[in-house]
């Protein structure tokens, strides 16, 4: 069954940022991944308004999503928006389907 990274982002340094987000499209289509949105706007409909990048990725299963995550080729490119705090990520790899049926 699908899964879904859902990812929330402040940048702070968009120069350091790109470099990361140059590299991420290729590393997430070798894994499968699907991009459904990725920095469009938003409007946040509660909780705190830190965030100000949204994205929402679909994998084929929640164990491909999270190899991609764990994967070398993804934290190498993850090191340039975590070195320095070029920004601020909060990720979170999520399955499809309602668990609580």
């Not at 340094?13 to 991009?35: F, H, R």
Request: hydrophobic share 40%; aromatic share 12%; charged share 25%.
């Amino acid at each position: 069954m699908p899964a879904y990274w859902l990812a929330r982002a402040k940048i702070n340094d968009p120069v350091e940022y790109k470099k990361y987000t140059n590299l991420v499209p290729a590393i997430i289509q070798k894994y499968g991944g699907k991009v459904l949105a990725r920095g469009g706007d938003f409007e946040i409909m509660e909780g705190p308004e830190h965030f100000e990048r949204f994205v929402v990725i679909e994998f084929p299963d929640l164990a491909t999503g999270t190899a991609c995550f764990k994967s070398d080729e993804y934290n190498e490119a993850a090191a340039f928006r975590r070195a320095n705090g070029a920004g601020e990520v909060q990720t979170v790899v999520v399955e499809s389907g309602d668990a609580t049926k």
